[in-house]
């Protein structure tokens, strides 16, 4: 009976020590098909609950907060390629079939390099706001090659007072989400996230030119695209950076910011209900 015990002990202590070096912390909410829901960068799994109260009672949701975001310990970099190996994983290990992919910002541009990457196990992919290539949209004459942690953005941001964060914070949601309600709950996100993380897993993102690898995508893919605060422009860049994408189809939210499930929200819930059927 020790032994049986002892094992048991063994056991369960392997488990929990595998799932605390997840880079991740998954809620899982409803049945059916399965869902991975990705938030975008800073953001927690919070930014789906009214997509989770919509989607739960047909679907099996499973809610993703990254590591260094909300109450998840941070991991070394490479940050982002971490989470990549990690939600690969994540997948195989718990023997989801075909799951959906649905993606904010971040979120998006990592389902766009996982669909590169493992051809087979996903089924579609609903990029919310999202690019192939951030650097390439902020950054004239973008090499990826170039981008490095150890850059003087990234020793400004870390060495801000908490006053000088704070304030970029509320800077950043004030562009992000037209919803004013919602302006509180973003700069929280941000002001708890891990500094390093904040600024060295954005550095990861800035370093990934996934353009090229669209052609390796072959799952479908759906674009719902905010229009704020340019609309022409904004379809410029998103037909420049996806143009090697061939099974695309795009949904433009007007008068909504990166934020669409907060600035239109019942366009969006609705979107994403009509692409899963």
């Known amino acids: 009976m020790k032994k049986i015990i002892s094992v048991f002990t063994f056991l369960l202590f392997s488990i929990i020590s595998f799932s605390q070096h997840d880079p991740f912390k998954v809620n899982v ?17 919070e930014v789906w609950k009214e997509t989770v109260e919509g989607l739960s009672q047909h679907y ?43 993606g904010h910002s971040l979120g998006g541009t990592l389902g766009l390099w996982m669909s590169s990457t493992e051809e087979k196990l996903f089924k579609k992919l609903i990029i919310v706001d999202g690019l192939p290539s951030v650097g390439a949209l902020m950054i004239p004459n973008f090499d990826a090659t170039t981008i490095v942690y150890d850059n003087p953005f990234s020793k400004r941001q870390l060495a801000m007072n908490d006053e000088e964060f704070k304030a ?102 609705n979107q994403v209900k009509a692409q899963l059927e």
């Not at 829901?37 to 953001?43: K, M, N, V």
């Not at 109450?71 to 997948?91: A, M, Q």
């Open 168 to 269: 970029m914070a509320v800077q950043t949601a004030s562009f992000m989400s037209l919803n004013k309600e919602k302006h509180k709950q973003i700069i929280n996100w941000i002001l708890k996230a891990d500094r390093e993380t904040y600024v060295y897993g954005y550095t990861d993102l800035l370093k990934l030119d996934l353009r090229e690898d669209m052609k390796k995508v072959k799952i479908p893919v759906v674009l719902l695209a905010a229009t704020y605060p340019n609309k022409e422009m904004i379809k410029s860049n998103y037909d420049k950076q996806y143009k090697y994408l061939q099974n695309l189809e795009v949904f433009y939210a007007d008068n909504s910011a990166h934020f669409i499930m907060y600035d239109q929200p019942e366009w969006f819930i």
């Open 60 to 102: 099996e949701c499973h809610v993703f907060t990254f590591a260094g975001f909300g109450d998840v310990p941070p991991v070394e970099t490479p940050w982002l390629s971490r989470i990549k190996d990690g939600v690969v994983n994540y997948v195989k290990k718990n023997a989801l079939k075909e799951p959906v992919i649905i």
């Open 29 to 45: 909410v409803g049945e059916g098909n399965p869902i991975l829901l990705f938030p975008g960068f800073a953001c927690t799994g």
